[in-house]
Nanobody, 122 residues
Framework: QVQLVESGGGLVQAGGSLRLSCAASGRTFVNYAMGWFRQAPEKEREFVAAISWSGGYTNYADSVKGRFTISRDNAKNTVYLQMNSLKPEDTAIYYC???????????????WGQGTQVTVSS
């Protein structure tokens, strides 16, 4: 069992930045790839970014490439999502999740956090 707790969400103006954190506990964090997903009201959950267990491989949705950066600190059992140049369409609940591989489908992820709200005003 892995427990995931996201933090760092909030309200920011368009063009601003936020850094999300996801702290893991339970099974060995270093064994898992990690992903970030988001879900806006009345929309399906969508892939944002993923990172391999070592941090050597990352994957991003086209909509966030060049603006968001995923990273991890295995010593702290934490994965981060640095979000720059935020847009109103980035508004959503952001979730972190664990997986064997850093894929883009939510079906490949088994443990999920409770989510953190990000709201970008225009």
């Amino acid at each position: 069992q892995v427990q995931l707790v996201e933090s760092g969400g909030g309200l920011v103006q368009a063009g601003g930045s936020l850094r999300l954190s996801c702290a893991a506990s339970g099974r060995t964090f270093v064994n898992y790839a990690m992903g970030w997903f988001r879900q806006a009201p009345e929309k399906e959950r969508e892939f944002v970014a993923a990172i391999s267990w070592s941090g050597g491989y990352t994957n991003y949705a086209d909509s966030v490439k060049g603006r968001f950066t995923i990273s991890r600190d295995n010593a702290k059992n934490t994965v981060y999502l640095q979000m720059n140049s935020l847009k109103p369409e980035d508004t959503a609940i952001y979730y972190c999740a664990t997986s064997i591989r850093p894929g883009s489908s939510p079906r490949g992820y088994n443990y999920w956090g409770q989510g953190t709200q990000v709201t970008v005003s225009s």
